[in-house]
């Protein structure tokens, strides 16, 4: 009531700011104290937002990972990839130029939805499924992506899966983006001051115990096969309206964690960030005509299953 009240106080400026917030944080109306899944972006509301403001992998990816897979595989076209942890689809598309089939498999019944729903390519298909028991023959896979989703698997189990779906010579990329650096004209230094904030302060201990493997950058994820290739090349270039970029950090497992555990909270902690983003441009314009840049660095790692039989690590 505190929250409402000192909405309705607030100047008509503020109130459009404050609209264009809840429209993109989608806090406000949802019921934010249910039980979170042990599956992290099952409810249906955050698939939506996941497909709608998670960053996108591009083709450059894509192209690296086959050009891996054909210094050994030399079948023209490849046959089937499958991308574990696909979520609404982002990382599963770029895959189907290559590939005769592509298969994209998430534990989440809403987020397959949402990526079936979405999906114009005859070639692509998604099923509801895990890491740790993917649902295909054995030895019928030349790739295995997971797209900033490998470090939320059982690996023991997903390496025994991994080494009993891939054909031999088949190949595993894993690959995350990592937090963003923002920038805007000359306020470049203080949107990152005000972001670090945010990260590393009430929202960072809200994170799974699992999440530390992308603020280490994969560095010791574990991989299955010897001689793995790590790129740390690319990155992902976003611009995004500043309630957009609210949006994608409504995304966040963190942020749905601390609305469980701060029902009362109602949206304020990323209203208040956006309201310290958009003071921090010293802009006129409405949030909604405010666009900052956010780059995000991506690491891809890359191994190969033996030709030979070889029980994975």
């Given at each position: 009531m505190v929250f409402l009240k000192s909405l309705l106080r607030t100047p008509c400026r503020n109130l459009f700011f404050r609209a264009s917030f809840l429209k993109a944080s989608g806090c406000i109306g949802k019921n934010t104290t249910r039980n979170m899944s042990v599956h992290l972006f099952n409810e249906a509301d955050h698939a939506e937002l996941y497909q709608k403001y998670r960053p996108t992998?591009?083709?450059?990816?894509?192209?690296?990972?086959?050009?891996?897979?054909?210094?050994?595989?030399?079948?023209?076209?490849?046959?089937?990839?499958?991308d574990i942890g696909c979520g609404s689809g982002?990382?599963?598309?770029?895959?189907?130029?290559?590939?005769?089939?592509?298969?994209?498999?998430?534990?989440?019944?809403?987020?397959?939805?949402?990526?079936?729903?979405?999906?114009?390519?005859?070639?692509?298909?998604?099923r509801v499924g895990g890491a740790e028991h993917i649902p295909l023959p054995d030895s019928s896979v030349d790739l295995v992506t997971c797209g900033t989703s490998a470090h939320w698997f059982d690996f023991p189990k997903f390496h025994k899966e991994l080494d009993r779906v891939l054909r031999p010579l088949g190949c595993l990329a894993i690959y995350c983006y990592s937090i963003n650096y923002l920038s805007y004209k000359d306020v470049t230094q203080?949107?990152?001051?005000?972001?670090?904030?945010?990260?590393?302060?009430?929202?960072?201990?809200?994170?799974?115990?699992?999440r530390w493997h992308v603020d280490d950058k994969y560095q010791r994820i574990p991989m299955p096969y010897e001689g793995y290739v790590r790129d740390d090349s690319m990155t992902i270039e976003m611009d995004y309206t500043l309630p957009g970029y609210i949006g994608y950090l409504s995304t966040w497992?963190?942020?749905?964690?601390?609305?469980?555990?701060?029902p009362d909270d109602k949206g304020a902690i990323l209203q208040n960030l956006q309201q310290r983003l958009y003071e921090a441009t010293k802009t006129t314009k409405p949030p909604e005509?405010?666009?900052i840049h956010a780059s995000y660095p991506v690491v891809l790692l890359m191994a190969r299953k033996p030709?030979?039989?070889?029980t994975s690590s």
């Open positions: 992998y591009g083709p450059e990816l894509a192209e690296k990972i086959v050009t891996f897979v054909r210094e050994k595989l030399k079948t023209t076209p490849l046959d089937q990839a499958v982002q990382s599963t598309v770029i895959l189907a130029p290559h590939f005769q089939r592509v298969t994209g498999i998430d534990v989440s019944e809403s987020q397959v939805a949402i990526a079936a729903a979405q999906n114009k390519l005859s070639n692509v298909q998604y203080e949107l990152n001051r005000i972001f670090d904030e945010f990260y590393f302060g009430p929202i960072h201990d809200y994170w799974h115990e699992k497992s963190s942020y749905r964690e601390y609305c469980k555990r701060n005509e405010v666009i030709h030979e039989e070889q």
